[in-house]
């Protein structure tokens, strides 16, 4: 069982920046594809960021790429969602998904999820 846990939300002025975290507690997140999903009033959980499946490529929704940046630090358990030049449109509850062994970019290939992180962005 991996229990995972978001932090870092906010509010935020538009062009703004956050950077949000997901941790673990009492185990490594090595072997896991980690990935982040944000879902907004309304709208179904769409993908945002994610590692391969050997954690040395990232991949990105097109709305975000360029602006966020998705990473992690092995040795504290952490994986990092760096949020630059936020609009309006990124408000939503984030959250930080896990899978020991499928990954993409759709919801149901992962098992393990965090309670959520909710960015509101102000215009």
């Known amino acids: 069982q991996v229990q995972l846990v978001e932090s870092g939300g906010g509010l935020v002025q538009a062009g703004g920046s956050l950077r949000l975290s997901c941790g673990t507690s009492?185990?490594?997140?090595?072997?896991?594809?980690m990935a982040w999903f944000r879902q907004a009033p309304g709208k179904e959980r769409e993908f945002v960021a994610r590692?391969?499946?050997?954690?040395?490529?990232?991949y990105y929704a097109a709305s975000v790429k360029g602006r966020f940046t998705i990473s992690r630090d092995n040795a504290q358990s952490t994986v990092y969602l760096q949020m630059n030049s936020l609009t309006p449109e990124d408000t939503a509850v984030y959250y930080c998904?896990?899978?020991?062994?499928?990954?993409?970019?759709?919801?149901?290939?992962?098992?393990?999820w965090g309670q959520g992180t909710q960015v509101t962005v102000s215009s």
């Open positions: 009492g185990r490594t997140l090595n072997g896991y594809v």
């Open positions: 590692f391969s499946r050997s954690g040395d490529t990232a």
């Open positions: 998904a896990a899978d020991s062994s499928r990954y993409g970019s759709t919801p149901s290939q992962y098992t393990y």
